[in-house]
T-cell receptor, first 117, second 110 residues
Framework: GAVVSQHPSWVICKSGTSVKIECRSLDFQATTMFWYRQFPKQSLMLMATSNEGSKATYEQGVEKDKFLINHASLTLSTLTVTSAHPEDSSFYIC?????????????FGPGTRLTVL | QKEVEQNSGPLSVPEGAIASLNCTYSDRGSQSFFWYRQYSGKSPELIMFIYSNGDKEDGRFTAQLNKASQYVSLLIRDSQPSDSATYLCAVNGDDDKIIFGKGTRLHILP
């Protein structure tokens, strides 16, 4: 299947700092990528849709000024958690759909575990 | 609001038996259906996708789709301890999004 990578796989930071997470599609182009967050023993929560060349669209309740998304190329989307706080500690996962329609399937990156001290 | 419902489990199945995971969805217009496996602390891994009514087999896995009943299932034959994980059912949503169920925890008993 398609391969999606994320970097870093884990990060520990101090409260108040910003953290950037990269998501790359390695063997296909992705005009759209999705960012999810998952707290321990809870289900995936979609945070936002990253759109190449345009602004990201955020799900209800997700602060766009706190979670900055940049989709600068057809293979790279970045999520920056600004002024991180302990409550932002979570498992962040990106995914990208392949083409063509209607057989879109989404492949997930390995995830980034963020711990904010 | 499109929804996907799954029993949270845990579902305990003896090693070597057939594990049966079930899922229902609310939007009759859904076209694409997916099963993902998620090990603890890992990201979801795509196992199967199905678009047409009936069965689709891939190795020990069989996905079954019944659009009239809005029902999707996943059968795992010859269950192994390594199959112990959370299984997420998903259907296509708007704008390329995927709507996930909350997942069913499967425990294969050695």
């Amino acid at each position: 299947g398609a391969v999606v990578s994320q970097h870093p796989s884990w990060v520990i930071c101090k409260s108040g700092t910003s953290v950037k997470i990269e998501c790359r599609s390695l063997d296909f182009q992705a005009t759209t990528m999705f960012w999810y967050r998952q707290f321990p023993k809870q289900s995936l929560m979609l945070m936002a849709t990253s759109n190449e060349g345009s602004k990201a669209t955020y799900e209800q309740g997700v602060e766009k000024d706190k979670f900055l998304i940049n989709h600068a190329s057809l293979t790279l989307s970045t999520l920056t958690v600004t002024s991180a706080h302990p409550e932002d500690s979570s498992f962040y996962i990106c995914s990208a759909p392949t083409r063509p329609n209607p057989t879109d399937t989404q492949y997930f990156g390995p995830g980034t575990r963020l711990t904010v001290l | 609001q499109k929804e996907v419902e799954q029993n949270s489990g845990p579902l305990s199945v003896p090693e070597g038996a057939i594990a049966s995971l079930n899922c229902t969805y609310s939007d009759r217009g859904s076209q694409s259906f997916f099963w993902y496996r998620q090990y603890s602390g890992k990201s979801p891994e795509l196992i199967m996708f199905i678009y047409s009514n009936g069965d689709k087999e891939d190795g020990r896995f069989t996905a079954q789709l019944n659009k009239a009943s809005q029902y999707v299932s996943l059968l795992i034959r010859d269950s192994q301890p390594s199959d112990s994980a959370t299984y997420l059912c998903a259907v296509n949503g708007d704008d390329d999004k995927i709507i996930f169920g909350k997942g069913t925890r499967l425990h294969i008993l050695p």
